[in-house]
T-cell receptor
Framework: ETGVTQTPRHLVMGMTNKKSLKCEQH?????MYWYKQSAKKPLELMFV???????ENNSVPSRFSPECPNSSHLFLHLHTLQPEDSALYLC??????????????FGPGTRLTVT | GQNIDQPTEMTATEGAIVQINCTYQ??????LFWYQQHAGEAPTFLSY??LDGLEEKGRFSSFLSRSKGYSYLLLKELQMKDSASYLC??????????WGAGTKLIIKP
């Protein structure tokens, strides 16, 4: 595997379900991100992890819970979602700090539909 | 607040040239990125500008004017495969990316 991978690619879940999205980066980067992408809207940054520590939480509802067990893996745990949470969820990674380019590399995304 | 503006949609003809504009107002500036996103796929990096001027990379060029809060992406010799959304993003003083909503580019034969 190369780059940034995400599973599953598509997910349909009911409002009472619990599911998790997985992201893995094979680039040796030190920062990972979760974004939400809705049609015709800017990418919304949800969470940032730098060296496994959460550094940003942009007022995301508690029904979204991130987990970063190591610098290569990132999870987004979902529970009691709402229909408006239906969107494309993108994971990205980058190399931050001295010598880092800050360029973000994206995974293919998980298309989430909440019914 | 922080704001990135770019046109919602543009149409151009195969073989022609198109310029996609981006204006920004952000808290600090640590560079401007352009990404390409084909439908149903991940955004992919195109260019990065941190100093004023034009950066050329094959058929694609990106221009920056920090004093005007303005950038453009220039695509030459358009091909059908260039049909995609083009995302402008600015890195603010906290090294966070502020994203525009993207410009959907439609290429016609």
């Amino acid at each position: 595997e190369t780059g940034v991978t995400q599973t599953p690619r598509h997910l349909v879940m009911g409002m009472t379900n619990k599911k998790s999205l997985k992201c893995e980066q094979h680039l040796g980067h030190n920062a990972m991100y979760w974004y939400k992408q809705s049609a015709k809207k800017p990418l919304e940054l949800m969470f940032v992890y730098n060296f496994k520590e959460q550094t940003e939480n942009n007022s995301v509802p508690s029904r979204f819970s991130p987990e970063c067990p190591n610098s290569s893996h990132l999870f987004l745990h979902l529970h009691t979602l709402q229909p408006e949470d239906s969107a494309l969820y993108l994971c990205a990674s980058s190399q931050e700090g001295t010598g880092g380019s800050y360029e973000q590399y994206f995974g293919p995304g998980t298309r989430l539909t909440v019914t | 607040g922080q704001n990135i503006d770019q046109p919602t949609e543009m149409t151009a003809t195969e073989g022609a040239i198109v310029q996609i504009n981006c204006t920004y107002q952000t808290s600090g500036f640590n560079g401007l990125f352009w990404y390409q996103q084909h439908a149903g796929e991940a955004p992919t990096f195109l260019s990065y500008n941190v100093l004023d001027g034009l950066e050329e990379k094959g058929r694609f060029s990106s221009f920056l004017s920090r004093s005007k809060g303005y950038s453009y992406l220039l695509l030459k010799e358009l091909q059908m495969k260039d049909s995609a959304s083009y995302l402008c993003a600015v890195m603010d003083s906290n090294y966070q990316l502020i994203w525009g909503a993207g410009t959907k580019l439609i290429i016609k034969p």
